[in-house]
Every structure is written in C-alpha cells, then in structure tokens.
C-alpha cells in the first residue's frame, strides 16, 4: 500500500554529550529507514532537526558535517538547532515540534538504531487505522531480547522497585512489576490499548501531537513521555505495533548517578501532582 502523495516526516533527535558510536548508528539507520519509506512513495520529504542541548564543539562539527553530507547524497534535508543551552529533553524536542508542518512526526532518541522499514511500516499503520495519534516499536536491547517498554499507569510502589530495589525484592513482587511492564501483551500482535509509551521512538500524527502542544516543559528529564502518552489518549489511542522494531541502548537511570537520581524523583512528584497519584 502507498499512502496518498505528498505526505512528509519531521524527526527530532535531541543530543547532551551523546556516545558517539551510538550517535553514528542513530544516523545511519534513520537515514536508511527514510530512504526506503520515500523509495516506496510513502513519505515524499523528510527533515531532521538534531537540537543541541550541550555538547562539544567536536560533536557539533560532525552532527553538522553529516547533515551536510546526508543532504548531498539523499533528498533529506537536516538542521541542526544550538544555543539555547541545556534546556532538558522534552523543552529540547518541543523546538522541533513548534518548527515543523509536516503529517508525521518522529520524536527520536540519540541511542537507537532502526530497522529498515519501520518508518514505512509505522506511517502506513497510520494510514489504515484512523483512531491512533501515535505508534510505538517493538524495542530489542543489546542482546536482541524484546524489551516491554510500554506500560501500565504507574503506581509509587512499583516505580520505586524499578528504579531502587535490589534484584531479590523485585523477584519477591515480580507479579506487581510484570502487570506494570504489560509483560502479559502479545508483542506480536499490534495492540492499540496502550497507557504509557516510551520516550525513544514516538511516530506521531502530527496533527494530534500539536493538539496536546508537545512536551510539558516542567519536565527536565524522565517522566516527560509518560505525561505525553497521557495527554495523547484524550485525542486518540496509542498503538504498539510489531513490524516496527528498533535497538535501544539507553535506560539504566539508577546507574548514572545522584543527579540523574534527583531528577527522576523530581519528575515523579511532577507526573503525580499533575495526573493523579497511586500508591499500589
């Protein structure tokens, strides 16, 4: 199936001193991934905003060689946003959001690498199924394990075992953290009844993503995308779907120390105080 001509992708990849090599492989396969979309007559224009929350004047040199370059040899075009300083990821992306006017959007993290065609396979989802906003990927760690990033509306209890707790209590109430993980989903059949969807990949309709006017910006980091997955099921549903797949190498919050910590609390209090808090 091809959708109708004309149809264009905004993706938004934010960057803070990123690993470079996954930076590299981010790139690489975005750009694969779009390709084979417009090679199919699925999305006739692409742009890639790389906004750049702080990193050195090397890494700003090579995001803006390869955009360079990627602009030279494909039809896609590429900006890369500075100077407005470390403003946390969700204010980095809703630079994005306000700049672009196209039907998809792609909210991206700087640590993935997508499979070839998930961008055709999410925009033709789409297309056939009026009633979702947003579509997320089947997510592969770096041992190819399926990894059950979407999840249930949280409780304190079950966030603070995630995040804390020593291997032998979360066996303890494993039960509890399955439920919260969606482990009990076929992850190969689409589902459409999703809650919470994770922040590294969101392939938006765009009309629906400026209804609910991008990222809340009193999150600094963590919690942002689950406030977004919130926000989105007002206007439409949100859809896992498993011919989309991408690697992710992110994640691991408790093991990038205490301000990361002081983050992820301060966003806790943040998504409760503004959707409702539960405890169990």
């Known amino acids: ?26 790139l690489t396969s975005l750009q694969k991934a779009i390709v084979y979309a417009m090679n199919r007559g699925v999305i006739c224009k692409a742009h890639i905003f790389l906004i750049n929350n702080g990193s050195s004047r090397d890494v700003l040199r090579f995001i803006e060689c390869y955009v360079h370059r990627m602009h030279k040899e494909t ?21 994005g959001i306000e700049k672009s006017s196209g039907d998809y959007y792609l909210i991206l993290n700087p640590d993935v690498a997508l499979e070839s065609e998930s961008i055709l396979n999410g925009i033709q989802f789409l297309e056939q199924n009026r009633d979702v906003g947003l579509v ?49 989903i076929d992850l190969n059949q689409a589902n459409k009844d999703v809650a919470i969807a994770s922040g590294c990949f969101m392939l938006f309709e765009e009309s629906v993503l400026n209804q609910i006017c991008g990222f809340d910006p009193r999150y600094f980091l963590y919690f942002e995308d689950f406030d977004l997955s919130i926000k989105t099921r007002k206007f439409s549903r949100i859809a896992l779907l498993p011919q989309m797949r991408i690697f992710h190498y992110g994640g691991h919050t408790t093991h990038k120390g205490w301000r990361h910590i002081k983050y992820f609390i301060s966003s806790v209090f943040t998504f409760f ?8």
């Open 75 to 95: 039809e896609i075009c590429g900006t890369v946003l500075s100077g407005h300083g470390n403003i946390g990821y969700g204010c980095g992306h809703n630079i």
């Open 136 to 184: 997320v990927p089947i997510v592969l760690n770096d041992k190819k394990e399926k990894s059950h990033l979407c999840k249930r509306y949280p409780d304190v209890f079950s966030l603070f075992l995630r995040g804390f707790a020593p291997k032998a209590i979360k066996k303890f109430f494993k039960y509890q953290l399955d439920s919260y993980d969606m482990t009990d």
């Open 273 to 280: 105080n503004t959707n409702g808090w539960k405890w169990l």
């Open 1 to 26: 199936m091809k959708v109708s001509k004309g149809k264009t992708l905004t993706v938004s990849i934010v960057v803070y001193r990123p690993n470079m090599a996954y930076l590299v492989e981010t």
